[in-house]
């Protein structure tokens, strides 16, 4: 089990937030203003690293990624947290991690926002190999057209950053199937501008999800905008998720 780095933010019934590849919980959380917006509505919060990133444990080893193997460090920090069944919010690669969440352990989680999806797994439609050589510095390695393209350009600029790790991370996530299921309620939310999410109309249907479509938003800008927090934190409060 790895050890993550795990911020705690004061409030009542904290919500999980899972981050996705390349990030951390602060960056993906606290900078666009969710861990704010769930302070006005009463509610905490609990930001991890998923393993790999940030302030966690980072093994250069594929076999230490899968969804299961971060859903099981997820569920080792509700238990260290005292919490025994929460709602959770997931974004990009964080929505796999917590669609996984609810395969291994339905019973904690009460209900869930996926964010950032569709039904392809990035890193095998790109190529492992051309992701990994980009995040080691040959962007000539990676399709252009690539959504990740974008992404692993800025990666390497970033300080701190443990590329091996997350070339490790690639692999490792590649290796297994989308968990593309949910047993609990569960809402999509996509910028309709996103190509990771191009077939999120798909994916919900899979899901049995409601979906929200967040005008002009890609994956960077859908997971400020304040349509996803408007749609997610009503559902997360047991209202009817909008049409």
């Given at each position: 089990m790895a050890q993550l780095h795990v911020d705690r933010h004061p409030g009542a019934d904290p919500v999980l937030?899972?981050?996705?590849?390349?990030?951390?919980?602060?960056?993906?959380?606290?900078?666009?203003?969710?861990?704010?917006?769930?302070?006005?509505?009463?509610?905490?919060?609990?930001?991890p690293d998923l393993r790999g990133h940030g302030g966690s444990d980072a093994p250069h080893d594929p076999a230490a990624y899968s969804p299961d193997l971060l859903a099981q460090d997820l569920l080792a920090v509700l238990d260290a947290q005292g919490v025994d069944r929460v709602d959770v919010i997931g974004y990009s690669m964080g929505s796999w991690v917590s669609l996984?969440?609810?395969?291994?352990?339905?019973?904690?989680?009460?209900?869930?926002?996926?964010?950032?999806?569709?039904?392809?797994?990035?890193?095998?439609?790109?190529?492992?190999?051309?992701?990994?050589?980009?995040?080691?510095?040959?962007?000539?390695a990676l399709d252009p057209t690539s959504p990740l393209a974008p992404l692993l350009a800025s990666i390497r600029q970033a300080p701190g950053i443990d590329r091996e790790a997350l070339a490790a991370c690639?692999?490792?996530?590649?290796?297994?199937?989308?968990?593309?299921?949910?047993?609990?309620?569960?809402?999509?939310?996509?910028?309709?501008?996103?190509?990771?999410?191009?077939?999120?109309?798909?994916?919900a249907r899979l899901l049995g999800a409601r979906l929200v479509l967040l005008p002009k938003r890609n994956h960077v800008t859908a997971l400020s905008a304040r349509g996803f927090k408007a749609a997610a934190l009503p559902f997360l409060a047991g209202e009817a998720a909008p049409t």
């Open positions: 937030l899972v981050h996705g590849f390349a990030s951390t919980g602060a960056l993906t959380w606290e900078a666009t203003g969710w861990v704010a917006a769930l302070a006005e509505a009463g509610r905490g919060a609990i930001v996984a969440l609810v395969g291994l352990a339905p019973h904690r989680v009460r209900r869930l926002v996926v964010g950032g999806v569709g039904t392809v797994e990035q890193f095998g439609r790109w190529g492992v190999a051309p992701v990994q050589a980009a995040l080691r510095g040959e962007p000539a690639a692999a490792g996530m590649a290796e297994h199937p989308l968990p593309l299921a949910s047993t609990v309620p569960t809402l999509l939310v996509a910028g309709d501008a996103d190509p990771v999410a191009e077939d999120a109309a798909d994916a």
